[in-house]
């Protein structure tokens, strides 16, 4: 009885640090919006945000065979973080996080698709690319996953995006902790092509299913 209400507790104050921490992050995520180029899609109801610029990784090829080269223009698509996270927020099951992300992007990127049809220079974009740690399960969706170079900026992320994820996952200390050796950041992308086939105004192909 007394470990069960001690456990209790704890659980109590780790949602209560959580929620402060979110609030935190909140105020932090307004000042680094207004600091950056990043674009909502569709604030507050889309999981991307999004950039237009020239891609400086290495050649990748999508799984319907486009090339993205160095100097290519291209979308680069972060996942909003702090959006997902007040989602999650009270969430304690692995799998229902999981299941809320992907359901997310599946309903994000049919208006990503509609957002770059309207993009003035549409025709030069060679397709849309992003790094996260998030990445199980998107290839059923249309992206191609790679590994990235660990050089100081990926370092730098995959930092980042660990501490997020503590917050974001149910379990995230334990499954950070298993990440040690491990280094499970990806790049993961999408012709542009694809991307209008699969989810754009004239597309007549299924986005997928949830699992």
């Known amino acids: 009885m007394g470990h069960t209400t001690k456990k209790t507790r704890q659980e109590r104050n780790r949602l209560q640090m959580n929620t402060s921490l979110l609030m935190l992050w909140g105020f932090w995520d307004e000042i680094y919006q207004r600091c950056t180029r990043l674009k909502y899609i569709e604030k507050g109801n889309n999981i991307f945000r999004i950039v237009p610029l020239r891609y400086r990784g290495e050649s990748l ?57 309207g993009m003035n220079n ?61 280094i499970p950041l990806k790049r993961v992308y999408m012709s542009k092509e694809h991307l209008l086939n699969r989810y754009g105004s004239n597309s007549n192909e299924p986005s997928g299913e949830l699992f």
């Open 122 to 182: 549409r025709e030069e974009i060679k397709g849309i690319v992003g790094t996260t740690m998030l990445h199980k399960g998107v290839q059923p969706l249309g992206f191609s996953i790679s590994d990235v170079p660990m050089n100081a900026l990926f370092r730098f992320k995959r930092w980042y995006l660990r501490l997020l994820i503590r917050l974001i996952h149910p379990d995230g200390k334990r499954r950070v902790q298993t990440w040690r050796q491990e």
């Open 61 to 117: 090829v999508t799984s319907d065979g486009q090339s993205i080269h160095k100097g290519d223009l291209i979308v680069k698509i972060h996942i909003h973080n702090y959006y997902f996270a007040t989602l999650c927020n009270g969430v304690k099951d692995e799998l229902r996080v999981a299941l809320l992300l992907r359901r997310h992007i599946m309903q994000s990127l049919p208006k990503l698709a509609t957002y770059l049809e």
